[in-house]
């Protein structure tokens, strides 16, 4: 294959921002779950 | 002037955007959100790998481009992106200025780091093709210098989102910069024909047969319909979370004011 040495970073960089983004969205939604089950938690006792 | 705690509490909508409101409702959108969450980035995910795969060991090579062609599948789905997550980001800005839809303001902070992101592919990827095509990484083109300024309008309203202490007065300075950074997407669009530029014209119109080979067509249509799955999945994950986030602020806030 010609050209690998711009393909592969091309793919890599198109692979890895959407993961980054993905990763960022999980941590926060995990964390505001957790977060809001306690607080809704503790109002309803 | 929409507080934190308000966002929760049931307001009479506008005229003419109840079917809007009937998503403002945080725990109805939640639910929503939830239940096309995992089908949109299953199925984003599923093309996305059959796309990126076939374009990278099946599709011919370009006679002319030779393997350079492959890095295509990922550079024009994130560019047709760039311009699809720009028009969302200002729509969701005019639904959220007319009608103050409680979420849409939520959508377009949201929208804007994720199509930031697809714009930044879009240019890093491109550069990566222009070195051995065009031998230079960068050239101040119409085309290229019009999707670096998409890019700096994405960045432009991620700042000016998050520059007031008060949210909704960064909400709608972001707004107002969305609308105003629409009038640069027909200049993307149209760049290739309204200037001598070096970028080739589209191969594919929606009045036109396109002008690429099958075989290279199909790979780039999984691909860019994946990446848009994609898109929608990271945008529907953030803006749950950004809800979730209103809610614990509400009650944190209702909290310090109870004791």
């Known amino acids: 294959m010609t050209h690998l040495a711009y393909i592969l ?5 198109a692979l890895l921002i959407p993961a980054l983004f993905a990763g960022d969205a999980w941590r926060r939604l995990r964390r505001a779950r957790a977060r809001l089950l306690v607080l809704e938690g503790g109002r309803r006792r | 002037m929409l507080g934190v705690v308000d966002v929760f509490s049931p307001t009479a ?26 089908w949109a980035s299953g199925i984003g995910l599923l093309l996305a790998a059959i796309g990126l795969a076939w374009g990278l060991f099946v599709a011919p090579a370009d006679w002319q481009q030779g393997d350079a062609v492959r890095i295509m599948y990922v550079h024009v789905p994130a560019a047709w ?32 780091p994720v199509g930031a992101g697809f714009t930044a592919i879009c240019l890093i990827t491109g550069s990566l093709w222009g070195k051995p095509m065009w031998g230079a990484f ?47 997407l027909p200049i993307i669009k149209f760049s290739v024909d309204w200037w001598n530029t070096l970028h080739q014209p589209a191969s594919i119109t929606l009045t036109g047969a396109p ?8 790979p780039l249509l999984f691909t860019a319909l994946g990446a848009s799955f994609i898109f929608v999945a990271l945008v529907l994950a953030r803006l749950s979370a950004a809800v979730m986030e209103r809610r614990i602020r509400a009650l944190l806030a209702a909290r310090a004011e109870g004791t």
């Not at chain 1, 970073?9 to 960089?13: G, I, N, S, T």
Request: glycine share 8%.
């Open chain 2, 13 to 38: 909508p506008p005229r003419g955007a109840r079917g809007l409101h009937r998503f403002a409702n945080p725990g109805r959108f939640l639910r929503l959100a939830g239940r096309v969450l995992p």
């Open chain 2, 81 to 112: 992106l760039a311009s699809a997550g720009y028009m969302a980001l200002a729509s969701a800005s005019a639904v959220a200025l007319v009608w103050r839809h409680p979420l849409a303001d939520l959508a377009a902070v949201e929208i804007a």
């Open chain 2, 211 to 218: 002008t690429m080979y099958l075989g290279m067509l199909w």
């Open chain 1, 9 to 13: 970073p091309a793919y890599a960089v």
């Open chain 2, 138 to 184: 960068w050239v101040w083109d119409a085309r290229l210098t019009s999707v670096l300024v998409l890019f700096f309008l994405y960045l432009g309203h991620i700042a000016l989102t998050r520059a007031f202490d008060s949210p909704e007065r960064g909400y709608r300075a972001g707004a107002i910069l969305a609308l105003v950074g629409v009038v640069n």
